[in-house]
């Protein structure tokens, strides 16, 4: 079939009721829709799920012209374009999945007129043929989602974004809208600046998500931690579990359908086929685990998620609140959860002494992942750190783990001390490098082969710290990280002091410590492996 016949297009607020049939706007979304129909520049910041397509569609329809949207979530053209085409609005795409027939046919339309909306893949913009071809129609306004795939800065990177300066160069009269939903405010400037948008006014809506509660627990035994909650508070919900390989997605998707809880995997191993499969089952069943990297997620309009849950530390906390932003856009109560322990701080920091780019790219990874580790290790609310990294006020919470049970806090100096000076001990032995692992049976005063074999048991640190346990003594070093007193460093995780380790071994810094919570109940039921 061919393109709907378009209804008369009215005032902004006709087009909500009678195409879209939504009786008023969200909180924001008039505002803008009215600066961007009057043929200002605009930059949006919301939230997953505040509504931000209507920002850009509703404009599109109001103004004469075609609205071209560039978008990098090419899978959901078609399924974009075929909601709008229900609701009766003229829409089409162009990427590298059609064939050049259908792709002719889109082009026809739009150089005739006859489309309200073209969506657009970000790569098509550097073939020469489509800026002709845009050319040859009439442009109403270009909507720039996912806005910050073009800052560097960001997490989420994408070098064709760089390309789309040259919309303003090219069609300077043309209104043009960017909307993301995570930005500091570090990114939004360098959208604004690489967009070229600098007249462009800020729409900045909140960021809180009051429905979402946020936990971070310290990861002992991830897939039992992660079935006990799903089995406790989550049983035959819908919801995503994060992790961070592919091998790690299949084990843990085979672990749950293997204790009942009905699970598929997803991630860029998979053939195109299943991935599709898998991510249209889960959009249609209810209660589908869908387990996956972040390869899965992003533009995905599932209202009901329960639960998000990580199992492996994110590395940003861009990353995360978007991750976890996907849960409860319905608005109803939703978790989401981390767990997470040394071996993740090892493992990224890893990731980024290894990745590519130039050191200043290193340095980003850093300061990003530097910033996760605190909000894991803070003793305050998670709200409030979220908010405050993206330059957001506070806002009551009571809905996150910190300030549902406030941790006990308690004055570490001393046990820091120990912990150090057994790292500065150990640092003398130049041809040697030792983890968390040997720096902990030390203080444990443990005489394991590895302890006997270099003679640890004759350190005068040896067995000095015998008031914590194992568990509790990974709390502290990672608490240490996150508190910048402790680095870790090569294949190994060896534990290094830092510039500021020195306070605190003088006893000049006084080191505020979070007491660890108790374990929380293993679940009852019999759990396979
Ligand atoms: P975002 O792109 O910001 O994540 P969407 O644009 O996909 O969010 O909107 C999220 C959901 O909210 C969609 O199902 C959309 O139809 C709905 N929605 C948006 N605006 C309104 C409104 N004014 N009234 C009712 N529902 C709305
Ligand atoms: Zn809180």
Redesign the pocket.
Same mark, same amino acid.
């Given at each position: 079939p061919g393109p709907a016949a378009r209804p008369p297009a009215g005032t902004a607020q006709e087009v909500?009721n009678r195409t879209f049939g939504?009786p008023?706007? @969200?909180d924001g979304?008039q505002e803008i829709i009215d600066h961007v129909v009057a043929g200002h520049d605009a930059l949006v910041l919301?939230p997953?799920?505040?509504?931000?397509?209507?920002c850009y569609q509703i404009p599109a329809l109001v103004r004469p012209g075609t609205g071209v949207v560039v978008s990098p979530l090419i899978a959901l053209m078609q399924d974009q374009v075929d909601a709008l085409r229900a609701l009766g609005v003229r829409a089409g795409f162009l990427n590298s999945t059609q064939d050049p027939d259908e792709r002719r046919l889109v082009e026809a339309a739009f150089v005739a007129g006859e489309l309200d909306l073209l969506y657009l893949a970000p790569e098509r913009l550097r073939v020469e043929a489509t800026l002709r071809l845009l050319d040859r129609g009439t442009i109403s306004l270009f909507a720039i989602d996912e806005a910050h795939c073009v800052a560097q800065w960001g997490h989420d990177f994408r070098p064709d974004y760089l390309a789309l300066s040259l919309l303003h160069e090219r069609w300077p009269k043309v209104p043009r809208i960017a909307l993301t939903?995570t930005a500091t405010e570090a990114t939004r400037a360098e959208i604004a600046a690489r967009l070229e948008l600098r007249e462009a006014r800020h729409f900045v809506a909140s960021f809180d998500r009051p429905n979402i509660q946020y936990r971070i627990v310290a990861k002992s035994e991830p897939r039992r931690q992660l079935l006990h909650l799903l089995r406790t508070e989550h049983a035959g919900d819908a919801g995503i579990v994060y992790c961070l390989s592919r091998a790690s997605v299949e084990k843990t998707a085979e672990f749950l359908t293997a204790n009942g809880i009905p699970a598929l995997p997803y991630h860029a191993g998979l053939d195109a086929g299943t991935r599709a499969g898998n991510q249209a089952r889960f959009l249609r069943e209810d209660g589908l685990v869908m387990v996956a990297t972040i390869a899965f997620g992003m533009g995905i309009?599932k209202?009901d998620v329960r639960f998000v849950a990580h199992l492996d530390l994110p590395k940003s906390i861009e990353g995360y609140y978007q991750e976890t932003g996907r849960a409860g @856009?319905d608005g109803l109560p939703s978790t989401a959860w981390l767990a997470y322990g040394l071996q993740d701080v090892v493992q990224q920091r890893r990731l980024i002494d290894t990745s590519e780019g130039d050191d200043a790219h290193r340095r980003r990874l850093g300061t990003h992942l530097d910033a996760m580790l605190a909000l894991c290790e803070t003793i305050e609310c998670r709200r409030a750190g979220l908010l405050a990294y993206f330059g957001q006020p506070a806002v009551t919470c009571g809905n996150c783990d910190t300030c549902l049970t406030p941790p006990e806090s308690l004055d570490g100096t001393v046990l820091a001390q120990k912990l150090l000076s057994t790292i500065v001990r150990l640092k003398r032995e130049r041809r040697q490098r030792f983890g968390a692992g040997q720096v902990i049976d030390i203080l444990l005063g443990r005489r394991t082969p590895k302890v006997l074999q270099f003679d640890h048991a004759s350190l005068s640190v040896f067995g000095v710290g015998t008031e914590l346990g194992e568990a509790e003594w990974r709390g502290v070093v990672r608490q240490l990280l996150a508190q910048g007193l402790l680095a870790v460093e090569g294949d190994y995780g060896t534990l290094v002091c830092t510039e500021q380790s020195d306070d605190v071994l003088r006893g000049r810094r006084k080191v505020m410590l979070r007491r660890e919570p108790e374990r929380p109940a293993r679940a009852a039921r019999a759990e396979r492996p």
């Open positions: 909500l939504y008023s706007f @969200r979304q919301m997953t799920g505040g509504g931000k397509s209507l939903a309009d209202p @856009r």
